[in-house]
């Protein structure tokens, strides 16, 4: 599974951005796909995730404020970001589950300024 995040940027707080996830297979699929985040100094945690049966999970630090929502004709994964702190400046992560095996996609920078 190869796996392409786009969306990344700048924004002051309080504003919003969408990251996007495309997969190179059949989203439906996969056990597990979202998003984890890395901020410098920090370890990878996980943001949001999509799951087999249809479930979600976010961190308790981005929910009411992120959506992640995916569409399975397209292959892909979106993350709706609205009201962004600066805590949220990070490199946001694509993340997949198949059969147990991990993927990964290439980190995109968010940054927010406040």
């Known amino acids: 599974v190869q796996l392409q995040a786009s969306g990344g940027g700048s924004v002051q707080a309080g504003g919003s951005l969408t990251l996007s996830c495309a997969a190179s297979g059949s989203i439906f699929r996969l056990n597990t796909i979202g998003w984890y985040r890395q901020a410098p100094g920090n370890e990878r945690v996980l943001v949001a995730t999509?799951?087999?049966?249809?479930?979600?999970n976010y961190a308790d630090f981005v929910k009411g404020r992120f959506t992640i929502s995916r569409d399975n004709p397209k292959n892909m994964v979106s993350l709706q970001m609205n009201n962004l702190k600066p805590e949220d400046t990070a490199v946001y992560y694509c993340?997949?589950?198949?059969?147990?095996?991990?993927?990964w996609g290439k980190g995109t920078q968010v940054t927010v300024s406040s």
């Open positions: 999509y799951n087999l049966g249809g479930t979600t």
């Open positions: 993340y997949a589950v198949r059969y147990g095996m991990e993927f």
